[in-house]
């Protein structure tokens, strides 16, 4: 079968790999119908994954497909079915699994695409635990947004920032996959959402998507334009997935008691933090990875319901050299789609 591999840094080949055998029991075997791009590939795809990995290692952290066989036991899916997976190998049996918090898994094997083999191959068998149903009207390309995309956002917003209806919240990167789908979900519960962006074009089309106010960092100070446009207050939420850049800024744009929720550090890993303003201010930081089984499930009804991802771009794998230049090269506005 076909299957986009990581030889070394940055040498990525679209190969022949052996196809999986007839799922086991408790498993199913899914055709891999659509891969989403994100940022997390690109670091893994630079080398910068932090466990050891055996190459080639098939790449891809977020998929759906459909079911092409079930092996013996499994209930909830026959042939034919529409899923997404969820990417992380966990072991469903220490406590935070039993929990429903999968992604605090104690047992954790890796991230598939990042440590261990991903999705981005034309078969694959899954524990039926970790698969999940894809509703009626929710096409492969939008699924493939589910599991990062929306599932992240989900987490993020709502188990961890507890966003509220009403509040303000500082949506950092608008125009990224997880920055379009954080406009949407808050919007969705009427918030007042502030956003930043790289240009006056991403401005145009965050504002279409419901952004109130749009900053265009590189020609303004997001944390100077952020404070004016609410009268030196601030905002309830700081959705936060840039890193260092913006760190600081992010907690300057916070009113008194405000919730910081991050999930990323693209610009840079470490900064400094001025722990007076943090405790005086009595701020909420959370930390934010991946998601639970559960925010999947949601994320895809939201996607049933009528709010779907922003997909910026679809290539056929062939083509899947294209789709990484446009993210890399941050010219995208929503997710970048790879089709099998």
């Known amino acids: 079968m076909r299957a986009l591999q990581l030889f070394g840094d940055r040498d990525l080949r679209i190969t022949d790999m ?11 075997q899914i055709r891999v119908r659509a891969l989403a791009l994100n940022y997390l590939d690109v670091w893994g795809f630079r080398g910068m994954a932090f466990a050891k990995r055996k190459m080639p290692q098939a790449v891809g952290v977020e998929a759906s497909g459909e079911i092409v066989a079930v092996g013996e036991g499994v209930t909830r899916f026959k042939a034919g079915d529409p899923v997404t997976m969820y990417g992380a190998e966990t072991c469903g049996h220490c406590k935070a699994c039993r929990e429903g918090r999968d992604n605090l898994c104690e047992n954790v094997a890796g991230i598939m695409g990042f440590h261990i083999d991903g999705f981005a191959r034309e078969l694959i068998n899954r524990p039926e635990r970790l698969v999940i149903p894809v509703p009626q009207g929710v096409s492969f390309e939008q699924a493939a947004c589910a599991p990062i995309g929306f599932g992240t956002v989900q987490h993020m917003l709502f188990d961890n920032a507890k966003l509220e209806p009403g509040e303000s919240i500082l949506v950092h990167a608008g125009g990224s996959g ?14 007042t959402v502030y956003t930043t962006v790289g240009d006056d074009e991403k401005g145009e089309k965050a504002k279409a998507l419901g952004a109130d106010y749009v900053v265009n960092y590189r020609t303004e100070r997001f944390e100077g334009e952020v404070r004016r446009l609410t009268k030196r207050k601030g905002v309830d939420v700081v959705f936060e997935h840039v890193g260092a850049d913006t760190w600081n800024g992010s907690l300057l744009c916070l009113k008194r008691g405000g919730r910081l929720v991050t999930c990323g550090s693209t610009s840079g890993v470490s900064t400094t933090m001025n722990l007076m303003q943090l405790f005086q201010q009595q701020y909420r930081i959370f930390g934010s990875f991946g998601c639970r089984i ?3 499930g949601q994320s895809l009804d939201k996607m049933a319901a009528g709010m779907t991802p922003v997909i910026d771009s679809v290539f056929p794998l062939d083509d899947f050299q294209n789709g990484l230049e446009r993210l890399e090269g941050r010219k995208v506005f929503g997710k970048v789609v790879i089709t099998f």
């Open 18 to 28: 052996e196809a999986p055998p007839p799922p086991p029991a408790g498993e199913v």
């Open 178 to 191: 997880i920055g379009t789908a954080a406009i949407k979900m808050a919007k969705a519960i009427g918030c």
């Open 294 to 296: 559960e925010n999947i």
